[in-house]
């Protein structure tokens, strides 16, 4: 299942995720995983939850992230849920690619939650990415 968090930026989208990941991590019983971009997370999640900073692989395109997302999945059998901090920084702002992302990531994915924050307003979002909201 995939959810997002919208909202522009300063609006409280990573404070909401970092909630979500530490309460995770008190009742999940599978691993908890944190990507990122620029590893700005390490004091604010449990320590727990494997954090990713996608820098360190040099992802930078939405086909890439999906690439290293399904390698993620398939190298742990046991992540029960995924946490994704800032989507459009790590593929750019073509709303449709987006779209086709969450698409492909949601056939393969349906055991997992996946959570992604979006720094965008909904109104401004296509309908193929809203049918994703949280």
Avoid: W
């Amino acid at each position: 299942m995939i959810k997002l968090i919208t909202g522009k930026r300063g609006t409280g989208k990573t404070k909401i995720l970092v909630d979500m990941i530490n309460d995770a991590v008190a009742v999940t019983k599978g691993s908890i995983v944190c990507i990122e971009k620029s590893m700005q997370l390490t004091y604010d999640i449990h320590y727990r939850a494997r954090l990713v900073d996608v820098d360190a692989y040099e992802i930078d395109s939405f086909d890439k992230f999906y690439g290293f997302l399904m390698g993620t999945i398939a190298s742990n059998y046991d992540i029960s849920e995924i946490f994704v901090d800032g989507i459009l920084k790590i593929g750019g702002r073509n709303y449709d690619e987006l779209a086709a992302l969450l698409d492909k990531i949601n056939v393969v994915a349906k055991d997992l939650t996946i959570v992604f924050t979006v720094s965008e307003d909904n109104a401004n979002l296509p309908d193929s990415v809203k049918k994703y909201l949280a």
